[in-house]
């Protein structure tokens, strides 16, 4: 069995408010020194098998398909060790 992580965020010139609105309440918070927040989604997909390459392949095409909006969104696939 393996586990391979789908990381989705919004492409960099889209604006992200939710993260903007993270930015801003962290120092209510007492949190410092953070310049900026960009926040994401990220899916653990776990395979019957092996995560070869078209196992990897298919992981892909989910989250070309359902994962992610690719109009405004950017998706990273890796396995996890």
């Known amino acids: ?5 789908v990381d989705v965020m919004l492409k960099p010139e889209i604006l992200d408010a ?4 993270i930015a801003r309440a962290l120092p ?9 927040v960009r926040q994401g989604k990220r899916f ?8 070869d390459e078209a196992a990897l ?9 359902l994962l992610a909006n690719t109009v405004i969104e950017d ?3 890796s396995v996890e060790p």
Do not use: H
């Open 18 to 21: 939710q993260g903007q609105a």
């Open 57 to 65: 392949a298919e992981v892909r095409k989910m989250a070309e398909t």
């Open 28 to 36: 209510r918070l007492g949190f410092s020194g953070v310049s900026a």
């Open 75 to 77: 998706y990273a696939v």
């Open 1 to 5: 069995m393996a586990r391979v992580i």
């Open 44 to 51: 653990e997909v776990e395979l019957e098998g092996p995560a």
